[in-house]
């Protein structure tokens, strides 16, 4: 008999797409492009999709800064999770000091921008950290599985409310 192939439950797979890391890329390579452009040339209101991403995550990452520093804070010695919360917070916290025209009018040089740069390359590390450590825990099929489109039955957006729930019931 075969093993398992690995799944990974569609919410878990949905929150690891970093949209607001790759729509900051974008939107560097489109007003920045200091230290290369990344051949990122992407046309459209790039900084206002950025911007609104970010608004989106805020509440999303205090709940998650709650959670891992109370039931998830033995993830926290972890230390791709640590880098991550600690990115996280610079990054929602120098985005809500950020104007957004700066880019536009090529202000580059504030130093809440160079704080969300620092930011956005910490949390690049600590995702690169992340995904040495899945490829070392559970190899290719594990990384694997967080890119399939199957998802099981009892696993779509309707039951996400249930799942949270349990995760947030398991023992630490």
């Not at 999303?60 to 919360?85: D, I, V």
């Not at 290719?140 to 729930?165: E, I, K, N, Y």
């Amino acid at each position: 008999m075969p093993p398992a192939r690995p799944y990974q439950p569609s919410l878990l797979r949905l929150l690891h797409v970093p949209l607001a890391w790759l729509s900051g890329l974008i939107v560097y390579s489109n007003h920045d492009g200091r230290w290369g452009r990344l051949g990122l040339q992407v046309p459209g209101a790039w900084i206002d999709i950025h911007g609104s991403l970010g608004v989106l995550l805020w509440p999303l990452a205090l709940l998650f800064g709650l959670y891992a520093l109370s039931l998830g804070r033995f993830r926290l010695h972890q230390g791709a999770h640590a880098t991550a919360l600690l990115a996280l917070a610079l990054a929602v916290g120098s985005g809500k000091l950020m104007n957004e025209d700066w880019l536009r009018t090529g202000q580059l040089d504030h130093v809440v921008y160079g704080l969300h740069l620092l930011a956005w390359l910490l949390i690049a590390a600590a995702v690169l950290w992340h995904v040495a450590a899945v490829l070392n825990r559970g190899g290719m099929a594990l990384a694997g599985s967080m890119f399939q489109l199957h998802v099981r039955g009892g696993d779509g957006p309707r039951h996400w409310p249930s799942q949270v729930r349990r995760w947030f019931q398991r023992p630490a």
